[in-house]
Nanobody, 127 residues
């Protein structure tokens, strides 16, 4: 099993940047593809980004392409989400998730594919 803990959220102004971190426990971090999702009040949880086990393959939701960047540092057992030019509509609770996979793939846009979830970190963007 793996436990995930997000950090880095907060209150920022439109146009600012934030970097979210997702620290994973355990020593098999390299076995997992990682993903980020977000959920705003009254809305479904939305796919944001995913990264493959090696970090060489990434996938983004249409609403964040060109604005967010996902990365991972296996030495630190941590995944990151760099968020630039933030907008009020980016306000949400951001969750990281891990999926066990033998493949070097980032094709994990469906929340039901993920085995483990963090508790989430709030991001609020004021206009």
């Amino acid at each position: 099993q793996v436990q995930l803990h997000e950090s880095g959220g907060g209150l920022v102004q439109a146009g600012d940047s934030l970097r979210l971190s997702c620290a994973a426990s355990g020593d098999t971090f390299g076995s997992y593809a990682m993903g980020w999702f977000r959920q705003a009040p009254g809305k479904e949880r939305e796919f944001v980004a995913a990264i493959s086990r090696s970090g060489r393959v990434t996938k983004y939701g249409d609403s964040v392409k060109g604005q967010f960047t996902i990365s991972r540092d296996d030495a630190e057992n941590t995944a990151y989400l760099q968020m630039n030019n933030l907008k009020p509509e980016d306000s949400a609770v951001y969750y990281c998730a891990a999926v066990v996979t033998p493949y070097d793939s980032a094709s994990f846009a469906m929340r039901t594919r993920y085995n483990y979830w963090g508790q989430g970190t709030q991001v609020t963007v004021s206009s």
